[in-house]
Each structure stands twice: as C-alpha cells, then as structure tokens.
C-alpha cells in the first residue's frame, strides 16, 4: 500500500497561491492520486483527482510528475475560507481497495 | 438528493456499553468505509466492505464490528472491547469497479464516553 507524506501544516496570506506537496514513493501502477479538504467537524470532500501529468479543475491543480512518486495541489488565490486540512490519498479508489489517509496539511489563510 | 446520512450525529456511551453507528447511501455505490478520527489527527480505517456481505479490517479494527446485509446500509458498533472509543467517526463509499471514483463521506457521528 501507497504510505503518503505531506508537511503538517502550511500558512499562507489572501490572494497567493498555495502549492501542497505529498510524497508516495511506493506508488503502484493503477494507483490514482486523490486529494481532499476537510473543515473542522465534517467529513471530507474530494478536491481533485489524477493518475500522471497535469490535472486542473475550477478550484485547483493537480500536478504528478512522470515518475509518479510525489504530487503538488495547487490552490490559486486562496481565500481565508481556505483554511482546512487537505489529505493526499492513493489507491485505486474504483477497486473499493484499503485506502489509507495520512496525517494531512493544515492550512492556514490569515489576510 | 443522493448522498450519505450517518446517525446520530452527537452520541454519548456510559463505559461497558455497545453502540451501534448508522452509515445509510442512496448512491449505488458498492463499496464503503469507516474511519476514526481524533483530535488533530488524520483518518484511520477501521473496515471496509467492497460488497454486500464481505468486508475485511482496516488497521485499527478491534473493538469493532461491522454488518453488511444490504448494499445500503454498513452499520459500526462499538463494542465495550474498544478501549478508547471517543472520537469522530466518518463512514464513506465509492463506486466499486470500472472506473478511478472518488469517496463520498457522510458529516460524520461524534462518540463520547462518559
């Protein structure tokens, strides 16, 4: 199974761009890369996904690298209703595999 | 709408006791999970079931029991063996086959031993 790093915690000011980073050097093949935002007393709720290359939707970017053994989630322009943990979770999610969260990024937004 | 209801949302235990959690989806979705949550930590998995009637541990599972009669419904109990039950407990799914999916967790139930 895909361990996953990712810094504890991460501060940032209104308007700038945040750029998260998680490390899983143990990646296997169909693993696909997931990232979540949780608020405090709430479940989680998915961001953005991606298996290799550039991935980006209304609210943020996903990039992996072509060795797959770390991804960066950008957020554009965070606001302070940004503040939350974000969770970088790999797995093969369609095949209802174990799927094991780490510690996650606390985010910060102060203005 | 479609989505996942767990109940109750706030629960409080005497020592000894058994509580059941209730995780409900209307999603079609064939696979779900629990996990456990504490103050300032990530989420651990307790169980998981890819179909009805078959489920396997997660890492922290003892204590715990889960059921998975109906594709529906993936009840939790927290039995008295758990030592240390207090904390936040969030039940998600995911489609099971055929494509990447995404987990979709419900708001989460608050266990708190008194």
Redesign the interface.
């Known amino acids: 199974l895909a361990k996953t790093t990712q810094p504890i915690s991460m501060d940032s000011y209104e308007g700038q761009e945040v750029n998260i980073t998680c490390s899983h050097n143990n990646i296997a093949t169909n693993d696909y890369i997931t990232w979540y935002q949780q608020f405090p007393s709430q479940g989680p709720r998915f961001i953005i996904q991606g298996y290799k290359t550039k991935v980006t939707n209304e609210v943020a970017s996903l990039f992996i690298p072509a060795d797959r053994k770390s991804s960066t989630l950008s957020l554009p322009r965070v606001s302070l209703s940004d503040t939350a943990v974000y969770y970088c979770l790999v797995g093969f999610t369609g095949g209802g595999n174990k799927l094991t969260f780490g510690t996650g990024t606390q985010l910060k937004v102060e203005l | 709408d479609g989505g ?1 209801t767990q109940s109750p949302k706030y629960l409080f235990r005497k020592e000894g006791q058994n509580v059941t959690l209730s995780c409900e989806q209307n999603l079609n979705h ?2 779900m ?1 629990w ?1 456990r949550q504490d103050p300032g ?5 307790i169980y ?4 009805v009637n078959d489920f ?1 541990k ?2 922290i599972a003892e204590g715990y029991s889960v059921s998975r009669e109906k594709k529906e419904s993936f009840p939790l109990t927290v039995t008295s063996a758990q030592k240390n039950p207090t904390a ?1 407990y ?1 039940c ?1 799914s ?15 139930s ?1 266990l708190t031993v008194l």
């Open positions: 996942i064939d696979a999970y996990y930590q990530g989420l651990r998995l998981y079931s890819q179909i396997q997660g890492d936040f969030l998600a995911s489609i099971q086959s055929g494509n990447t999916g995404e987990l979709f967790f419900g708001e989460g608050r």
